[in-house]
């Protein structure tokens, strides 16, 4: 009954070199949401979608992209990863109706990407 | 936009112990409130949550209150076990922020027997 599922759960990339995470859910939820999370931090919201609406953060580097082919799937473009990237990348669902009826953000178990 | 602060950093408890985590917003606006649970190496959970139309909610040995006068909501663990340990992170969640949490800073709870 897995809920958010994110693939691969580990990454491994070199300096430079363009990696693709994704995430799908079978919550049918209409938001997902892509998450930075260094050690010993905070998730860090990066962007997400609305429905096909994508909302990118004022502090999101343009290194990072995103697209959302339909409800299920999610992925996370990083197109030229530094060392400053190393990070754990969390994908999350929610349903929110009209932007302020909102519930639970179910949170994927995440990629954790490292850079050599 | 939100600024939540949350402490303290770190909590060290004796099991059967309580145990409170303090978070404060900024925004006013803010009408939602979970607490997500990290283990090491784990997603956050969701352990529980408040909205704004409610001073305080209870799940067995977890609770939860909100004070919107003071812009603050705390988290309470009752008789400690050691899998309490974990970080524990609180949110808020503005009106019309499509979901968009803000979260604290996070709290290592250690629970020792």
């Known amino acids: 009954d897995a809920m958010v599922i994110q693939n691969p759960r580990y990454q491994v990339t070199q300096f430079g070199k363009p990696v693709t995470l994704s995430c799908s859910q079978t919550?049918?939820?209409?938001?997902m949401y892509w998450y930075q999370q260094k050690s010993s931090q905070a998730p860090k919201l990066l962007f997400h979608?609305?429905?096909?609406?994508?909302?990118n953060e004022a502090d999101t580097p343009d290194n990072f992209q995103s697209r959302r082919p339909n409800t299920s799937f999610c992925f996370l473009d990083i197109r030229s990863p530094g060392l400053g990237d190393a990070a754990m990348y969390l994908c999350?669902?929610?349903?929110?109706?009209?932007?302020?009826?909102?519930?639970?953000?179910?949170f994927g178990p995440g990629t954790r990407l490292t850079v050599l | 936009g939100e600024n939540v602060e949350q402490h303290p950093s770190t909590l060290s408890v004796q099991e059967g112990d309580s145990a409170v985590i303090k978070c404060t917003y900024s925004?006013?606006?803010?009408?939602?409130f979970p607490w997500y649970k990290q283990e090491l190496g784990k997603r956050p959970q969701l352990i529980i949550d408040?909205?704004?139309?409610?001073g305080e909610k209870k799940d067995q040995r977890i609770a939860v209150t909100l004070n919107k006068t003071a812009k603050h909501f705390s988290l309470h663990i009752t008789e400690t076990q050691p899998e309490d340990s974990a970080v524990y992170f609180c949110a808020a969640c503005p009106t019309d922020s499509w979901g968009k949490l803000q979260f604290g800073a996070g709290t290592q709870v250690v629970v020792t027997p």
């Open positions: 979608y609305y429905d096909k609406d994508f909302n």
């Open positions: 925004d006013s606006a803010s009408n939602y």
């Open positions: 999350a669902t929610s349903r929110v109706a009209g932007g302020s009826s909102y519930n639970e953000q179910f």
């Open positions: 919550l049918n939820h209409n938001v």
């Open positions: 408040i909205r704004s139309n409610v």
